[in-house]
């Protein structure tokens, strides 16, 4: 199958991290790690918890057409 030209771009890997709003924690509750795309697409993604990590790859993304207004 051909690959979206929305998934070939050059993007950047970018890791995150979520701390609970209310507490000074110092491990964070969860992180998120990605190669977001210079079109805003995330093409690959792992959110880890520490004790279990969720792997997800976008494999084909579909461009909406522009709206006409």
Not at 27 to 53: A, Q
Request: charged residues 35%; hydrophobic residues 35%.
């Amino acid at each position: 199958k051909k690959k979206s030209p929305l998934l070939d771009r050059p993007g950047w890997h970018v890791r995150l991290a979520f701390f609970p709003a209310d507490q000074k924690a110092e491990k964070p509750d969860y992180e998120l790690g990605m190669v977001l795309l210079d079109n805003g697409v995330s093409r690959d993604m792992v959110i880890d918890y520490g004790d279990y990590s969720i792997k997800a790859t976008l494999d084909d993304i579909e461009a909406l057409p522009k709206p006409k207004c």
